[in-house]
Nanobody, 126 residues
Framework: QVQLVESGGGLAQPGGSLRLSCATS????????VAWFRQAPGKEREGVSW??????RTNYADSVKERFIISRDRNTVYLQMNDLKPEDTAVYYC?????????????????????WGQGTQVTVAP
């Protein structure tokens, strides 16, 4: 049974840090790309960061570059979020998908991912 379970969300002050975890099971992570998406109230789901598990190649949305770091350790994918801003407030989801090629910005398309976690709330406020 495929499972992706996020944890690590919560309340942080502007400028603070949080680390999200996505524990995966039921599939061979090396065969997948794993992304973090987020969705704020009234907004579309947005691809934030992505890692190709086998090579650890990564991508980031411009809005989080230099602040967020995605990494992988065995069957868990992490998102280290630094210098948090109020606009980072959202529900964060991890997702896994398989493609022959992950060129360009295809990683940002939610439809490319067949497996999703339940989400974890991140709130950034004073």
């Amino acid at each position: 049974q495929v499972q992706l379970v996020e944890s690590g969300g919560g309340l942080a002050q502007p400028g603070g840090s949080l680390r999200l975890s996505c524990a995966t099971s039921g599939f061979v992570l090396d065969a997948y790309g794993v992304a973090w998406f987020r969705q704020a109230p009234g907004k579309e789901r947005e691809g934030v960061s992505w890692i190709l598990a086998a090579s650890e190649r990564t991508n980031y949305a411009d809005s989080v570059k230099e602040r967020f770091i995605i990494s992988r350790d065995r069957n868990t994918v992490y998102l280290q979020m630094n210098d948090l801003k109020p606009e980072d407030t959202a529900v964060y989801y991890c997702a896994a998908g398989r493609r022959r090629s992950w060129s360009g910005n295809v990683w940002r398309r939610a439809l490319e991912y067949g497996y999703w976690g339940q989400g974890t709330q991140v709130t950034v406020a004073p």
